[in-house]
């Protein structure tokens, strides 16, 4: 079974910038669309970043211009660049297939203060 774990949240104040990693156990980066997703509190999951296959990408209209889904598939590893952080991206953020969930990990937390 794949496990993902994130790394790299933590506090910021707005305006400056994180780069999450998601890591995972097996490779299924390499021919699977990615995805970035975050659960704020007391709000649903929602989805923010996704990478295609062969490279394209696609982001939520609420960070479109911040944020830069990438990834290395020689490291099973998957990154999410934060820009221009604001106090609404604070949620917990959370890596995934993009069509077929796998088990979630643990999720990373980002806190930005205004």
């Known amino acids: 079974q794949v496990q993902l774990v994130e790394s790299g949240g933590g506090l910021v104040q707005a305006g400056g910038s994180l780069r999450l990693s998601c890591t995972a156990s097996?490779?299924?980066?390499?021919?699977?669309?990615m995805a970035w997703y975050r659960q704020a509190p007391g709000k649903q999951r929602e989805l923010v970043a996704t990478?295609?296959?062969?490279?394209?990408?696609d982001y939520a209209d609420s960070v479109k211009g911040r944020f830069t889904i990438s990834r290395d598939n020689a490291k099973n590893t998957v990154y999410l660049q934060m820009n221009s952080l604001k106090p609404e991206d604070t949620a917990v953020y959370y890596c995934?297939?993009?069509?077929?969930?796998?088990?979630w990990g643990q999720g990373t937390q980002v806190t930005v203060s205004s």
């Open positions: 995934n297939l993009r069509f077929s969930p796998v088990v």
């Open positions: 990478i295609f296959s062969g490279g394209n990408t």
């Open positions: 097996k490779n299924i980066f390499s021919i699977n669309p």
